[in-house]
């Protein structure tokens, strides 16, 4: 039996089906908000919707399709971060593995979308949870936290929508 569901019936819609996805991103950086002591950097910070949750010094960086559309300039961030938060944003970086390897920085605090529809032209990539992972590793750190963050659930299977990512440098 081959059966597809129609979510545009289910009445939820596009913006609908997205917010489904994005539901876990806050109570995850809630729960895990000690990580936002000290120096910040929120990278490809957007709207900036968790500047909020940082007690430290917020930095905030974008230099991509927000900050463009709003016509924002952020200066080059430097220096030393307790944390680099990057929240929906890897989908979009080319090179990440030399981003995070850019970073002068002790934790890393990531959501990222597993499966999902493709928000933007510049919208490139799609990671597994052991995929970014090895990536980490890579790169010297160490996942101390992996967490699915949302998800659809069709009778035996579940669809993962976001992650959340905490890792270490090593």
Known sequence: MNSIINLAE?????TGIRNLGMI?????????KDYFNGRVLDYGCGEQPYKDLVSGKYVPYDDGY???RKGKTFPKYSGHFDTVLLTQVIQFLPRLG???????????????????????REDL??????????????CGFKTIVSENLSHIKFKDITFPLQHG??????
């Open 24 to 32: 876990g991103i806050e109570p995850f950086l809630t729960k895990y």
């Open 98 to 120: 030399k981003v995070i390897s850019s970073f002068d920085t002790d934790h890393l605090v990531i959501t990222f979308p597993v499966n999902w529809y493709i928000v933007q």
């Open 165 to 170: 990512i905490i890792a270490e440098k090593k």
């Open 66 to 68: 927000h900050a463009k």
């Open 10 to 14: 289910t009445g939820l819609g596009i």
């Open 125 to 138: 990539f799609r990671y597994t949870p052991n995929g970014l992972k090895y990536i980490l590793r890579k």
